[in-house]
């Protein structure tokens, strides 16, 4: 039996999304078996190994993810795959880039030399790299590709029907590439805000310009929502300002339903994230543009 070329493997907990890109690229799609033993020891059993292997796992709630991860693909290269390409639509750690205390793990860079080490390319989508300027320097070796959800909210909302007198909403100064992405498509107004953040849950935001959202309706639009706690404050900032309604629209979903439940309790309508991290707002298919980003990898690669 000859070996394939190319397949794609994936996680179990986002194995229908690692579904949706082997459809759109054409190759078979294996599942692999993960099982956590009693004592939280991870067993990991990977499919048939082709020689080159995308291996799917997003990394949302990463610590055990990476050793599952790490596993899988010694197994795979164990197997005869020649090439791994990693896709991890959510990319974890990049937040921490500097040691901002002494002695803290700048974790970007430790974990992105982790996964450099673990494969030959990687794809993800709008990774959290604010004060670090290209996905080169997390990942020195591998082939990195780093592909932008925005024009794919605009387009879920252009479908919605979005009012043309609504206004596209960032937090802080970092979600204004995002929000001027999402507004310039469909011709929208945008406000941006400020934030000043006290702890994990406590941040303090100002909306320059906020009283222009008076009577129309707001969509919130971020990279992550992680606790809630940034989108919370700012749709009540909006309300308290006369929005007429107050969306969320978002790349990377972590937030469990306490963080859901909060959003509501703000005035939040209309929750919903891009299937970068599967969640219940997942409302935006990233299968064709993760499967462009592949085929950008894989023409790179020897
Ligand atoms: C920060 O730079 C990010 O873009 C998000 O605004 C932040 O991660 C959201 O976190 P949380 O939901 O915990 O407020």
Known sequence: ???????????????????RLAAA???????????????????????????TVILYRS?????????????????????????????????????????????????????????DGLVDGVVTVDPHLHRTHSLAAVFPTAR??????????ATRL??????????????????????????APLGLDVLVGAKLRAGDRDVTIEIPGIERIAGRPAVLVDDVISSGATLAESARLLRTAGAASVDVMAVHMLAPAPALAMLKAAGVGAIESADSVPHDTNTVTLAPLLADAVRDVLDGLD
């Open 59 to 115: 990394l949302d709630d990463p610590n055990a993810k990476l050793v599952e991860l790490m596993l899988a693909a010694s197994a795979l290269r164990d197997a005869g795959a020649r090439r791994l390409v990693l896709v991890a639509p959510y990319l974890c750690y990049m937040r921490q880039d500097a040691a901002f205390h002494a002695g803290e793990a700048v974790s970007q860079q430790i974990i992105g030399r982790f996964l």
């Open 25 to 51: 690229l054409a190759i078979p799609f294996s599942e692999i078996a993960a099982r956590r033993f009693p004592d939280g020891e991870s067993l990991v059993r990977v499919g048939d190994a082709a020689e």
């Open 158 to 183: 252009r479908d919605k029907g979005l009012a043309g007198d609504a206004v596209i909403v960032g937090p802080d100064s970092e979600s204004r590439q995002w929000v001027e992405a999402v507004a």
């Open 144 to 153: 990195a590709v780093a592909v932008s959800a925005a024009d794919m909210l």
């Open 1 to 19: 039996m000859t070996t394939p070329a190319l397949t794609l493997q994936g996680f179990p907990e986002s194995a229908p999304q690692a579904r």
